[in-house]
């Protein structure tokens, strides 16, 4: 596609309700990231992928969190039993190059999650 | 602790008006420096991206700089639009890890009025 696209847009959920928050990279990126961004704040790493492989989880705040990508395309986010600080937006960003700090990350719209 | 920092936390300008933004970074060791433009409602855009041997980078009205001595970076937006109303992200890359992970600053808010 022509960028980065995510679905949901928003997100409502009930406290304890699990949630998946897709995203599509941009075709043929090799790198793709997750973020969380509370309001107010700069968004906060929480996972990584090279392809199909999850080369960095160490930002995934519970193990209620859960990052997949199996075919190396296509990403899923999910948050089980949500709580109410899970609340912000989650921003899934692809790149063309290996390496997580390399030179061009394409950010997604978001997905605003709101936790009642 | 690796930290980005920026100031001011929000401001408010008129239309046609020069601003700059500031940036400092604990971030160690350094890869690159990156600012971004995110809209309300919207993912952050790339607007420069900076080496540690680059000094200042342009993209139209946006001009960066970087002082990789004293760890600090600005942006200056030129000649301001109302379209130049967003928050403005400062956001440094390690490469002490393989991986080289990205540290965001919280984000000035821009307004521009008109």
């Known amino acids: 596609g022509a960028g980065v696209s995510q679905s949901p847009r928003y997100k409502v959920a009930k406290r304890g309700q699990d949630v998946a928050l897709r995203c599509d990279p941009i075709s043929g990126h090799v790198s793709l990231f997750w973020y969380q961004q509370a309001l107010g704040q700069g968004p906060e790493f929480l996972t990584y992928f090279q392809n199909e492989a999850q080369l960095d989880k160490s930002g995934l705040p519970s193990d209620r969190f859960f990052a997949e990508r199996p075919e190396g395309s296509v990403s899923t986010l999910k948050i089980q039993r949500t709580q109410q600080e899970d609340s912000a937006v989650y921003l899934c960003?692809?790149?063309?190059?290996?390496?997580?700090?390399?030179?061009?990350?394409?950010f997604g719209p978001g997905t605003r999650l709101t936790v009642l | 602790k690796n930290q980005v920092e920026q100031s001011p936390q929000s401001l408010i300008i008129l239309e046609g008006k020069n601003c700059t933004l500031q940036c400092n970074y604990t971030v160690s060791p350094f890869s690159n420096l990156r600012w971004y433009k995110q809209d309300t409602g919207r993912g952050p855009v790339s607007l420069t991206i900076?080496?540690?041997?680059?000094n200042t980078k342009s993209n139209g009205r946006y001009t960066a700089t970087l002082d990789a001595d004293t760890k600090q970076s600005s942006l200056h937006i030129t000649a301001s639009q109302l379209s130049d109303s967003a928050s403005y992200i400062c956001v440094v890359s390690d490469r002490g890890s393989t991986l080289g992970r990205l540290y965001f600053g919280r984000g000035t808010q821009l307004t521009v009025w008109p």
């Open positions: 960003a692809s790149s063309s190059l290996r390496l997580a700090g390399g030179r061009e990350q394409f």
């Open positions: 900076m080496t540690f041997s680059e």
